[in-house]
């Protein structure tokens, strides 16, 4: 799991790298590219802290626990700017057109 964690991670942080990327040399396309990241980062917060969640077993739940705030924080990353819905969409519009 910890490896499945740490790819995922590195994964998100490529592609919000390319967008940030592509957003400092004007390139087109950017609105694709930072539905990618946005959707595939989100997802990757809420599955890694689900897992850390798992790992840890009940300690993970409790409010003391750092965790408990991340998975929190993760959550609101998929609906924040656009659910990942709607990411998806824009996403299959734009291989499709």
């Known amino acids: 799991m910890l490896a499945d964690m740490v790819t995922q991670i590195a994964a998100a942080r490529l592609l919000v790298y390319q967008a940030a990327r592509m957003y400092d040399e004007g390139l087109p396309d950017l609105t694709y590219r930072a539905s990618l990241a946005k959707l ?50 824009l996403i299959a519009r734009h291989i499709l057109k």
């Open 40 to 89: 595939f980062a989100s997802d990757t917060a809420m599955q890694v802290t689900t897992d850390v969640v798992q790992i840890l077993g009940g300690a993970g739940y409790v409010t003391e626990h750092p965790v408990e705030r991340m998975m929190r924080d993760a959550k609101v990353t998929q609906i924040f700017e656009g659910t990942n819905q709607i990411r998806r969409l």
